[in-house]
């Protein structure tokens, strides 16, 4: 990410910013890298196979051919997991960058942030809910809602 385009540091380490508009721009790189080395890859792969065995069958093409053929499926295999998880990241960026806004829109939320009806107090976001168990005769007035078990965005 360009000139760690995505944070600014107070520069005691003690803040920093995520902006989704760039961590989508820099998952779509990634997206496009790891495509261009798939088809690098697959050109690769056409061209060693276009070769086909010219170091013969003798003796020392025999021994050439033995240690080449797994090197050869390996190496391939492993460029084409590489352009994989290359893509991999642009997508992990895109989700990071939809965590983040729906993250920020909540918390906002949470705090009165969001929009409120047009008639009575503003409506709590549902993991603040107080389960109807507790809700019944006997519930504490103003009591701590319950805590979510999954926390994950």
């Keep these: 990410m360009a000139d760690g385009s995505t944070g600014k540091s107070d520069g005691d380490g003690g803040s920093f910013a995520l902006k989704p ?5 820099e998952g779509r790189e990634f997206e496009k890298l790891g495509r261009e080395l798939g088809k690098a890859v697959g050109t690769l792969e056409k061209d060693l196979a276009a070769l086909g065995t010219p170091w013969g069958t003798d003796q020392p093409g025999s021994a050439f051919a033995a240690v080449y053929g797994p090197a050869h499926g390996e190496l ?9 998880q290359v893509g991999g990241v642009g997508t992990g960026l895109h989700t990071m960058a939809e965590r983040t806004t729906d993250t920020d829109t909540s918390t906002a939320d949470g705090f009165g942030g969001g929009p409120r009806p047009a008639t009575g107090p503003a409506a709590r976001p549902a993991v603040y ?3 109807a168990a507790t809700s019944g005769p006997g519930a504490t007035p103003g009591a701590a809602p319950a805590v979510p078990t999954d926390m994950s965005v």
């Design 76 to 84: 391939l295999g492993g460029l084409k997991a590489l352009a994989g």
């Design 129 to 131: 809910a107080v389960p």
């Design 21 to 25: 508009w760039e961590l989508h721009g």
